[in-house]
């Protein structure tokens, strides 16, 4: 008997759709093609300049030339939960928190630390679609809740109690949201809060879109609006979103100080320390001013409403307006099955290759978050490039007969 050559648990995992998007979209643009892509969830500015100078100085610095702590620099550590206070109100010390490689190690190392296997998570569709492969990995069993637009894809307290077992253990919570925008209102915070802390629920909430709400949307974190969550709240963020530092991978996890101990455990033999110099110019990030972050959701709000406008002008899509993050989710479930020049697209993945193949636009179909029937775009991209795009969709769909 042949064994297999790849292991049943990595074999499960799913390719990062939207990466996979991305990285097609710029095959296609190295060999030629006009290509504006939609998929990466990646702003298109610079990292502000004092961040870089930082990174610059911290390569000058012997001390940083060697191995530190693997839960992160203690100054870091502490700016992280200074910050925290600050934005969200939340008071934790330094022990709370582990700096992590990216907001995506965090996301695995919560839910390794926190699942048995068999233990149940309920998940909010639309997801982000790392969070299902984490759980997965951990051994944990995803319960999708399953929001739409009619809603602006918020669940409600009936929802998850509905899907709650006696095998649920923890709460996902994400606000604002990715893939759809949404922002949850501080009251609906405390309700949802309310109701997973009297059933003793665990709640993972990620929190790396707080800075990027539009209007009259306010960020509020589950972990300050309900104290009797108590020590079963644990926080994910890091600076990619905010600071447009997508590439220097640093992240964290905030949680009671049992977890925060397991999981850098797992850290120290998965990886050591999140690069010495990535954290100085996380350390600069955070201890600096939000006045580059303001300029960012000026430009992000922009682009927004105009994204929004011209989706919500093409027969067949629905577009509720995205509160937060910088993403919107039009359905697209009235143009399934109709023919395009001759091709009739079933399903929204069909749809998305089509509009790369004829239109060159990229864009991730609902498939990979959980609901099909939908596409993600990114609005943060050039604004030209915006208009472009997304003109170049709405004539492809708009030839639908």
Request: overall charge negative.
């Amino acid at each position: 008997m042949t064994r297999p050559r790849i292991s049943a648990r990595i074999s499960a995992i799913s390719e990062s759709a939207t990466l996979a998007v991305d990285a097609k979209a710029k095959a296609m643009k190295a060999a030629g093609r006009p290509v504006i892509g939609f998929g990466a969830g990646e702003p298109d500015f610079p990292t502000p300049d004092y961040i870089v100078e930082a990174a610059v100085e911290a390569c000058r610095t012997p001390r940083f030339h060697k191995y530190t702590p693997a839960g992160g620099l203690p100054e870091l550590k502490q700016a992280i939960a200074d910050k925290t206070l600050r934005d969200s109100g939340y008071q934790v010390d330094a022990a709370q928190v582990l700096v992590t490689n990216g907001g995506k190690q965090a996301v695995y190392e919560a839910f390794a630390t926190l699942l048995d296997p068999g233990d149940e998570v309920l998940v909010i569709a639309p997801y982000w679609t790392t969070y299902p492969e984490a759980i997965k990995l951990a051994g944990g069993v995803q319960v999708d809740v399953v929001t739409d637009e009619t809603t602006g894809y918020l669940a409600t307290v009936e929802q998850l109690e509905a899907a709650r077992t006696d095998r649920t253990k923890v709460l996902l919570f994400v606000s604002p949201s990715n893939p759809t925008g949404a922002v949850y209102t501080p009251e609906q915070v405390e309700a949802i809060g309310r109701w997973a802390a009297e059933h003793d629920l665990w709640v993972v909430t990620d929190e790396i879109y707080e800075h990027l709400t539009y209007g009259d949307a306010t960020f509020a974190s589950i972990a300050t609006v309900v104290p009797e969550l108590g020590d079963k709240v644990v926080i994910l963020n890091g600076v990619a979103k905010t600071y447009a530092m997508t590439g220097w991978r640093v992240g964290w996890l905030i949680g009671p100080k049992d977890v925060v101990k397991a999981a850098t455990n797992l850290q120290s033999h998965a990886t050591s320390n999140v690069s010495n110099v990535a954290q100085a110019a996380a350390l600069a990030a955070v201890t600096g001013d939000l006045s580059a972050v303001a300029r960012m959701r000026e430009a992000f709000d922009r682009r927004r409403q105009t994204m929004v406008r011209m989706l919500g002008e093409i027969p067949g899509v629905l577009c509720p307006e995205p509160k937060g993050a910088f993403y919107a989710y039009p359905s697209v479930k009235e143009l399934l099955g109709k023919d395009f020049g001759g091709r009739r697209p079933q399903t929204s993945a069909e749809l998305a290759e089509l509009i790369l193949e004829e239109a060159e636009v990229a864009l991730v179909p609902g498939e990979a978050f959980g609901t099909p029937g939908y596409f993600r775009l990114s609005y943060a991209l050039g604004d030209d490039d915006l208009v472009e795009g997304v003109s170049r969709v709405a004539k492809f769909l708009g030839d639908a007969r």
